[in-house]
């Protein structure tokens, strides 16, 4: 079992940045992608960016050169930098982690509860 728990969300102004943390606890040798994902109010959990073991990435086009997705290995965390936050960024984020290579939501083995964006205009 792979334990994921987020944090960093919060309410920003459009224009502001944060930086969002996942921490992997438990059987995390199994993995072999992390990924984010968001859920706006009222639609469907999307996928954001992935990192794999060998360290490599994608993104969403809707969040190419904004967000960027990082992993520091010696603290079991990977984190997402979102830049130029925009009103519709506003999502509940999630954390989830596959022991396959895929990012496919229903694929997906562990999920976190998530972590609130709220950005204003």
């Known amino acids: 079992q792979v334990q994921l728990v987020e944090s960093g969300g919060g309410l920003v102004q459009a224009g502001g940045s944060l930086r969002l943390s996942c921490v992997a606890s438990?059987?995390?040798?199994?993995?072999?992608?992390m990924a984010w994902y968001r859920q706006a109010p009222g639609k469907q959990r999307e996928w954001v960016t992935f990192i794999t073991n060998d360290g490599s990435t994608n993104y969403a086009d809707s969040v190419k050169g904004r967000f960027t997705i990082s992993r520091d290995n010696a603290k079991s965390t990977i984190y997402l930098q979102i830049n130029n936050l925009k009103p519709e960024d506003t999502a509940v984020y999630y954390c989830a982690a596959a022991t396959r290579y895929t990012v496919v939501v229903a694929q997906m083995d562990y999920w976190g509860k998530g972590t609130l964006v709220t950005v204003s205009s």
């Open positions: 438990g059987s995390i040798r199994s993995i072999n992608v």
